[in-house]
């Protein structure tokens, strides 16, 4: 049974910063793009950033500079860090993993990350 289980989210004040997790088993880890979507209240489900099996990183433009994903295959594990965080950034955000061969998907339950004052 495939699980990706996030954590991390939270109120968090502009400016500030968040560090998610996502860990997942049922998978061959390693093997798996992990990437990082999020979805405000009323919007569709969108792309914040990606890390490869051979963890080359990609980001949206709106957080770029702002967000590092990065990836610990020892541990099943794919992370968020958030700075300089703004209230556009409130979202619930979503653990996703690809595999190319054989193709397969899966995405994790979500975790919910507010930014306000």
């Known amino acids: 049974q495939v699980q990706l289980v996030e954590s991390g989210g939270g109120l968090v004040q502009p400016g500030g910063s968040l560090r998610l997790s996502c860990v997942a088993s049922?998978?061959?880890?390693?093997?798996?793009?992990m990437g990082w979507y999020r979805q405000a209240e009323g919007k569709q489900r969108e792309l914040v950033a990606t890390?490869?099996?051979?963890?080359?990183?990609n980001y949206a433009d709106s957080v770029k500079d702002r967000f590092s994903i990065s990836r610990d295959n020892a541990k099943n594990t794919v992370f968020l860090q958030m700075n300089s965080l703004k209230p556009e950034d409130t979202a619930v955000y979503y653990c996703?993993?690809?595999?190319?061969?054989?193709?397969?998907?899966?995405w994790g339950q979500g975790t919910q990350v507010t930014v306000s004052s």
């Open positions: 996703n993993s690809q595999r190319r061969y054989p193709r397969s998907g899966y």
């Open positions: 890390i490869s099996s051979g963890s080359i990183t």
């Open positions: 049922g998978i061959v880890f390693s093997a798996n793009s």
